[in-house]
C-alpha cells in the first residue's frame, strides 16, 4: 500500500495511530510551493496531537525534525531524539548536501534534553556529525523479549535469525 492511501486516523490494536505528512522545503517550484501550503497545517496539527504529552520522542530524524522541535517548544516539554544511524544511513545523501535539512537536525539537537541511540557507534558518530558532545545520552539496545514469543525453544539443527528491512547499499557497506 502507497503512504497516501492509508488513513489520516485509525486505531489499531486499540492505539489510536495519527499520520501526519511531514513536508521538507524542496529547491524545486512544485515541492517548496507544497511544503509552503502544508507546512503550518501539519505544525498545528502535530502541536495538538501532542498536548498531553510528558515527553516528545523523535526517531530517525528526517522531515520530522522541524514538527517534532516546534511542538517540544510551544508545549515546553522535554524532547528525547533517538538516533538510528541516519548520518551513515543516508541513503539519498541528505546531510551531505541539504543545508535545511542539516540545519533542521542541529536546531532539533540543540533543544534536545537527551539523545538515544542502539549502539555506541551510532551516537558517536551523531557527535561527530553534530560537532561536540550531547549534554545527556544512553545507548538503549534494540533487542527481543523472549518470554513475549513463549520462552526459550530447543531447536534442532541450525538456528537462524530474521531481519527485515530496507536493502541499501549505505546499510551493507560500501
Known amino acids: 500500500h502507497h503512504v497516501r492511501a492509508w488513513p489520516a486516523a485509525e486505531t489499531r490494536e486499540g492505539v489510536p495511530v495519527h499520520r501526519v505528512p511531514f513536508r521538507v522545503p524542496h529547491p524545486s517550484a512544485r515541492g517548496l510551493g507544497g511544503w509552503l501550503l502544508l507546512n503550518g497545517r501539519s505544525r498545528r496539527e502535530v502541536i495538538d496531537l501532542a498536548r498531553g504529552a510528558d515527553v516528545i520522542n523523535v526517531h530517525c530524524v528526517s522531515a520530522n525534525a522541524r514538527y517534532a522541535l516546534a511542538a517540544a517548544d510551544a508545549l515546553d516539554v522535554p524532547l528525547v531524539v533517538s538516533m538510528h544511524g541516519e548520518i551513515s544511513c543516508d541513503a539519498s545523501g541528505t546531510y551531505r548536501y541539504d543545508g535545511d535539512a542539516i540545519g533542521a537536525w542541529h536546531r532539533l539537537v540543540d533543544r534536545a534534553d537527551a539523545v538515544t541511540a542502539p549502539s555506541e557507534y551510532s551516537l558517536d558518530e551523531a557527535e561527530r556529525f553534530y560537532g561536540k558532545s550531547f549534554r545527556r545520552t544512553a545507548v538503549i539496545r ?10 526459550q525453544r530447543q531447536l534442532d539443527g541450525p538456528r537462524y535469525a530474521l531481519s527485515a528491512g530496507r536493502l541499501e547499499r549505505t546499510k551493507i557497506g560500501r
Request: hydrophobic share 40%; aromatic share 10%; net charge negative.
Open 142 to 151: 534494540n533487542g527481543v523479549d523472549l518470554d513475549l514469543f513463549g520462552g
